[in-house]
């Protein structure tokens, strides 16, 4: 049972950019801090604004910011939105899949109530949460210090 | 987010065992039930026979039956053993994943907590509540009658 690595992204994104000391950073301080392919975090950082949780600064100190404080953006919120796929099984995808027994299968319900307390606890948090051992975190994402 | 097909297929085998009047059937009768790939429910079968959900009996009457009855299936328990992956997001793989911000991130936690509400959901049911629906199920599965 995995998530999609866009979601994956979206949330390493958020944290990069909360982490910040000024609050902006571009996406290929991004792409050195973790890593990963530019392409695919480009994509993801459109589509995070797309959706208002992070806006963009034009200009030679432009960058990405977070379109709210930590505290404000839920992961449960954030995960109900990049995650674009919930079809645990064939018969929860878009469409309902083809499984011949869909109609009478009561499994559907068991991972529908399952996938609801999953996305329960998730709802309970915050980026706010997530970032709660900064210090460490900004020194993990490059060697910034916390007086920067 | 998916499961594995692993999961699923193991699921739908259980069903069509627990839906035959006889209580035993041969993989190509559930090869022919779901219109799926007779490599991939063979292998299935087989793991679930070596997890102890089924047992085969040999000869010309043979094929495989529950090793339980279904109200001692548990869906939790089936899912914990046929779901090989529970890497939702790079963190939580095994090995613990390459992610720069590991070792201060609380969303390994959080996604730690929500799995566990997910699989605590699937605790509380087992193969019998699935198949509340037995005449129908049986009616789905290839005009199987009651009297049958």
Do not use: W
């Amino acid at each position: 049972m995995r998530m999609t690595l866009h979601t994956d992204y979206a949330l390493r994104i958020l944290i990069f950019v909360a982490a910040q000391p000024s609050g902006i950073c571009t996406v290929n301080d991004v792409v050195e801090a973790y890593g990963l392919s530019r392409h695919h975090l480009m994509k993801v950082a459109q589509h995070l604004r797309h959706l208002g949780f992070i806006g963009t600064t034009r200009g030679r100190a432009g960058g990405i910011r977070l379109a709210a404080t930590p505290d404000k953006i839920n992961i449960g919120a954030l995960v109900r939105l990049t995650e674009n796929d919930f079809g645990l099984v064939e018969c929860l995808e878009a469409g309902g899949g083809a499984c011949t027994i869909s109609p009478a299968c009561r499994l559907k319900g068991m991972f529908a109530e399952a996938l609801d307390a999953y996305l329960a606890v998730l709802d309970r948090y915050t980026l706010g949460h997530v970032m709660q051992n900064r210090t460490l975190l900004r020194r993990l994402l490059g060697g910034m210090s916390d007086a920067a």
